[in-house]
């Protein structure tokens, strides 16, 4: 079974540059989470799909971050315009259910630099 | 993928040995706590769970214990191997379905 895969694996941009990353969940699972983890801090929660919807988005830093899951499969995290604080790596994670308790199943990451 | 942060708590253990990673987790109301392993340049990986209505659960070579009283968690890694290096996450559930993560601890293992 293919995991959680993401593109790019590493970006490097300049401040003010529009960056998008992108997310393919693990077939059939219809939630879908983007997480981030700035200068090897905690890893903190940006937003959850349920299939195209957008659950919770209370983690989005700003205006400057636009999530989509057109159709429910995958997913895109534009970042634009890009500023010095956003870099650190992006990470995806997909789950089947909303069971008592759900193991969310992470991929490796968008390594986003921000020059 | 990443390298893991610089700045991390770390704990050194000699091959063999047991680990022992603490985690206190901040809401008294969360209702499921996991552990993630997180190795250089790759995403984390889940090693085991724990709901709050359980003190203690066993996996392979790992044990995960509950203390809602103190809200403090920890994972024991038995016989402790080079491959168990990695950057340690706890991780609690309340509020739906998010799961606020710890900062994170760094195991490493001398041969």
């Known amino acids: 079974e293919a995991g959680v895969t993401q593109f790019p694996s590493h970006s490097v941009i300049e401040k003010g540059q529009t960056v998008t990353l992108r997310c393919d969940p693990i077939s059939g699972h219809d939630n879908l989470y983007w997480y981030r983890r700035v200068m090897g801090k905690e890893i903190k929660f940006l937003l959850h799909f349920v299939k195209e919807s957008k659950q919770d988005e209370s983690g989005m830093p700003n205006n400057r971050f636009l999530a989509e899951r057109t159709g429910g499969t995958y997913s895109t995290l534009k970042v634009q315009p890009a500023e010095l604080e956003d870099s650190g790596v992006y990470f995806c994670a997909s789950s089947q259910d909303l069971g008592g308790g759900e193991k969310l199943f992470f991929g490796s990451g968008t390594q986003l630099s921000v020059l | 993928g990443e390298s893991v942060g610089l700045h991390l708590p770390t704990l050194s253990v000699q091959e063999g040995d047991n680990s022992i990673i603490n985690c206190a987790y901040s809401?008294?109301?969360?209702?499921?706590f996991i552990w993630y392993k997180q190795e250089s340049g790759k995403g984390p990986q889940f090693i085991i769970d724990i709901r709050s209505n359980m003190d203690k659960r066993q996996g392979q070579r790992v044990t995960v214990l509950l203390n809602k009283t103190v809200k403090h968690l920890s994972l024991q890694i038995a016989a402790t191997q080079p491959g168990d290096s990695a950057v340690y996450f706890c991780?609690?559930?309340?509020?739906?379905?998010?799961?606020?993560f710890g900062g994170g601890t760094r195991l490493m293992v001398k041969p």
């Open positions: 809401n008294s109301a969360s209702d499921y």
């Open positions: 991780a609690e559930k309340y509020a739906g379905n998010m799961l606020t």
